[in-house]
């Protein structure tokens, strides 16, 4: 295998084992944890001074009054980068021990005109705002408590940042989320300490399986208070370390600037992640003159970045393109920054594109070369390709399970090239024969211009592997079935795909809705579609569309969902009239849990367990009267049952101004098709069938 990766060539180096170092509460009580010293950001990763050793409390086994001492400002204590592997952190730690690498410039302008004078003393919350507001941002996510009392207090002497009041921590980084996937910025989100902060912990992991960028800030007890049990006492940063690419514990006041513009590097750079940082309430109250000029310096992180793709494993990728006659492209979520060069690679070589879930949009869907998505319940014809392709050329996407279903069956005919700015994925779960760790628009820059420079000499024809891919097209369509006049969901999407001209930004929830508008909607443009993907969290859907709205106020912003997605974050019904965000809501209701629903047909002789969402007692009726939600909260809505119906609904629901719930009754024993069961292989795809069968 031939790579090219920073992590190849890296020595082990000495590790401190930080666990018999922290104070108990800010152990990881699962794992004996080790961080190499070298490879440690000097204000973000459990350093250690001498000096703050006397901090450290001796081990007793009986419980002893706390006593108040102050906190050395030595002692930072944070989690390490979550996305690369711990060993290959330790060994790349030794690339380190040279002089620092100053991180890239922050967003901040050197013209920022702050509202305060540059001696004035402030609080710490102060600071928190007008760091955000050098950063760049505008609009918050958060819900107030009171470790958090001070950051909400400060955000009301912000000109700049607005805060979108969610009506719930989840709804809030949810909706952080569905900014930063629309936007591609970093989402923020604000949330107080206990309950508050683990109510986000679905929104960090969510953002950290599809590398979004967040900066996720929780409100924490006094630091004199950490470790008794205070009332809304959660150790957030050891709850959230293996979910967040990094996490931090402030402990002085004078840190939040540094620490804030690493936390908004760190989520944007590299493989995308949230960072959290966790901020005690007597900090925030603290007076003190920032220094905003410190140099940030991550030199155990930036000696980890992938450097530019080196020319020779270019050239060898250009080669194995010359020699195959039935290539594929699987592009993932890793295109979404690199599209303007994916489409000039596609044009090049001619070569067609198959696309992740996350990556929908990378390509657009309505061009010829388009395979639009493989996988689970991805096209026949998608699937077939990578089946009988000779090479696969794998760009920002990481071989997930949903994807591959048999790892050893899939793609077992092709020479594998593996893409991707992270070097924890290569060879993870399929190992490539030529592997390039880097960014992928670089990457693809890179091809491009060799690929231009020996046009003369390189011809390129799969005409005869695209034919064979359109007569499977022809073969195997997308579609679906009418039982008559019932609404197929599929038809619904379709309608609004031609209503929208495909030019909407779509989310949804999870489930059999979010496979059909896939499916069934052509998304022409990168970061249209908002999914939760590798965690597949119901509930997504309508806060997404609100962070959407706020980043693209000028788009249409459509949040498909499905009736158990869609009542898990209801309530966010009421920050989008509040904020009056022209959110539409798409809903196909079918009275279960779909997808449920499908497995229990296909593989538990459809046996019904806890997959009705109605009332027992009164099947004939729809329930709950999702309208009525609407109508509470001021939202104008409709129902729709006939399919003769669906169009001039959906026209009236885009024509309304405002926000608008479109309520689309269909029959439960709809079935997401194609698929392909959990473990198998394209040979097992079915393509027929529903609930109105016997399996």
């Avoid at 399986?209 to 208070?225: E, F, H, N």
């Avoid at 495909?502 to 908002?530: D, E």
């Avoid at 997504?540 to 158990?564: E, H, N, R, T, Y």
Wanted: hydrophobic share 40%; glycine share 8%.
């Amino acid at each position: 295998m031939v790579t090219d990766s920073p992590l190849a060539t890296a020595s082990s180096s000495s590790s401190v084992s930080l666990p018999c170092l922290l104070p108990p509460f800010l152990r990881n009580s699962r794992s004996t944890r080790t961080m190499a010293t070298t490879a440690a950001p000097t204000h973000s990763a459990a350093f250690l001074s001498s000096k703050s050793l006397p901090f450290l409390p001796k081990f007793s086994p009986f419980p002893s009054k706390p006593t108040a001492r102050p906190f050395p400002a030595a002692l930072r204590i944070s989690s390490s980068l979550g996305h690369a592997s711990k060993a290959a952190a330790a060994a790349a730690a030794a690339a380190a021990t040279a002089a620092p690498v100053a991180a890239p410039p922050s967003q901040e302008t050197e013209t920022f005109a702050s509202r305060f004078a540059p001696d004035e003393p402030r609080m710490g919350s102060d600071v928190i705002v007008e760091a955000l507001e050098r950063q760049g941002v505008t609009n918050v996510f958060a819900y107030p408590g009171g470790a958090t009392l001070e950051v909400h207090q400060a955000l009301t002497r912000s000109a700049i940042i607005k805060n979108l009041l969610p009506r719930h921590e989840q709804g809030g980084i949810f909706a952080a989320e569905g900014y930063a996937r629309a936007s591609g910025r970093p989402g923020v989100c604000i949330t107080t300490s206990g309950p508050g902060a683990t109510n986000i912990i679905s929104g960090l992991t969510d953002a950290m399986l599809d590398s979004i960028p967040i900066v996720a800030i929780t409100g924490q007890v006094p630091r004199r208070m950490i470790g008794t049990d205070a009332f809304q006492e959660t150790p957030i940063v050891e709850v959230t370390r293996s979910i967040t690419k990094h996490n931090y514990l402030v402990l002085d006041v004078e840190d939040i600037p540094m620490i804030i513009s690493e936390a908004f590097y760190l989520a944007t750079s590299g493989r995308p992640g949230p960072v959290l940082i966790d901020i005690p309430k007597d900090i925030q109250q603290q007076l003190v003159v920032p220094k905003w000029d410190m140099p940030v310096r991550l030199p155990g992180y930036t000696s980890r970045l992938p450097k530019p793709p080196q020319e020779a494993l270019l050239e060898q990728i250009v080669r194995l393109i010359a020699e195959s006659k039935k290539p594929v492209l699987y592009v993932g979520g890793g295109c979404l920054n690199s599209s303007e060069e994916l489409i000039r690679f596609v044009e090049l070589t001619g070569i067609p594109v198959a696309s992740t879930l996350m990556g929908l949009g990378s390509f657009p869907c309505t061009d010829d070369l388009s395979l639009h998505m493989l996988g689970m319940h991805g096209t026949v014809y998608a699937n077939y390709a990578v089946d009988k392709s000779d090479l696969l050329l794998a760009f920002g996407v990481r071989f997930d399970d949903r994807v591959t279903g048999k790892l050893e069956a899939f793609a077992s005919r092709a020479k594998i090239v593996h893409i991707d700015i992270d070097s924890a994925e290569i060879g993870k779960n399929k190992q490539p024969h030529i592997s390039v760790c880097g960014d992928m628009k670089l990457a693809l820059q890179g091809i491009n211009r060799l690929l231009e420079g020996t046009a003369s000499k390189l011809k390129f024809d799969f005409s005869a592997w695209r034919v064979e891919l359109d007569e499977q097209k022809q073969k195997y369509p997308l579609s679906f079935k009418t039982f008559g006049d019932c609404i197929p969901p599929q038809y619904a999407i379709q309608v609004l795909d031609e209503l929208t001209d495909g030019n909407a930004i779509i989310s949804t929830g999870v489930g059999q809705h979010q496979m059909w508008a896939a499916q069934f909607y052509n998304y022409r443009r990168p970061r249209q579609w908002l999914a939760s993907g590798g965690f597949g969290a119901m509930g997504f859907g309508l806060p997404a569309a609100i962070g959407a709205a706020v980043a693209k106020p000028d788009a249409i912003v459509v949040d498909i969902d499905g009736d158990g997605s869609f009542i898990m974050n209801v309530q966010e019904l009421a920050t989008i009239r509040v904020e009056n965000l022209p959110v539409k809501i798409l809903l196909l209701n079918n009275q279960y849990l779909g997808m449920v629903v499908q497995w229990e047909d296909r593989f538990y002789k459809a046996n019904r367990a806890d997959s009705y969402l109605g009332d027992p007692s009164r099947e004939s009726e729809i329930f709950p009267d999702m309208l009525k939600f609407a109508e509470a909260c001021g939202i104008p809505g409709a129902r729709v049952t006939k399919k003769a119906d669906v169009r001039a609904a959906i026209q009236t629901m885009l024509d309304t101004p405002g926000p608008y719930l479109l309520d689309v009754i269909f029959p439960h024993q709809e079935h997401v098709l194609p698929m392909i069961p959990i473990g198998g292989a394209f040979k097992d795809v079915i393509v027929e069938g529903d609930g109105r069968s016997t399996y």
